[in-house]
């Protein structure tokens, strides 16, 4: 199970740092990426970090901004999100990939498991 917290309403330029946690699984082999859902929009990639935490890819609209990390001995994967905008407005969902293997996904339809998701709210 994944719980994926930190969400919030901040001003724009503000920053927020999300959390995403695993229990009863662990994360370490598996790559984990970030996605966000904004009412009458279609889930998109965020973010995704390998296993080691030495490989990571962002979507064009976040990098720069956002930093995602990962701490295998907590079993947790954060995002980092400084600089946000109006629209980063979204409830943000972690995910896990099903298989153990090095590319990093931006398909949700690539991970298995997912968080219940924590809503960001950017305010202008």
């Known amino acids: 199970q994944l719980q994926a917290s930190g969400g919030g309403l901040v001003q724009t330029g503000g920053s927020l740092r999300l959390s995403c946690a695993a229990s009863?699984?662990?994360?370490?082999?598996?790559?984990v990426g970030w996605f966000r859902q904004a009412p009458g929009k279609t889930r998109e990639f965020v973010a995704a970090?390998?296993?080691?935490?030495?490989?990571?890819r962002y979507a064009d609209s976040v990098k720069g901004r956002f930093t995602i990390s990962r701490d295998n001995a907590e079993n947790t994967v954060d995002l980092q999100m400084n600089v946000l905008k109006v629209e980063d407005t979204a409830v943000y969902y972690c995910?896990?990939?099903?298989?153990?293997?090095?590319?990093?996904?931006?398909?949700?339809?690539?991970?298995?498991?997912w968080g219940q998701g924590t809503q960001v709210t950017v305010s202008s």
């Open positions: 995910a896990q990939r099903g298989l153990m293997d090095s590319y990093l996904y931006t398909t949700p339809g690539d991970y298995l498991y």
């Open positions: 009863g699984r662990t994360f370490s082999p598996y790559t």
């Open positions: 970090i390998g296993r080691t935490g030495g490989n990571t």
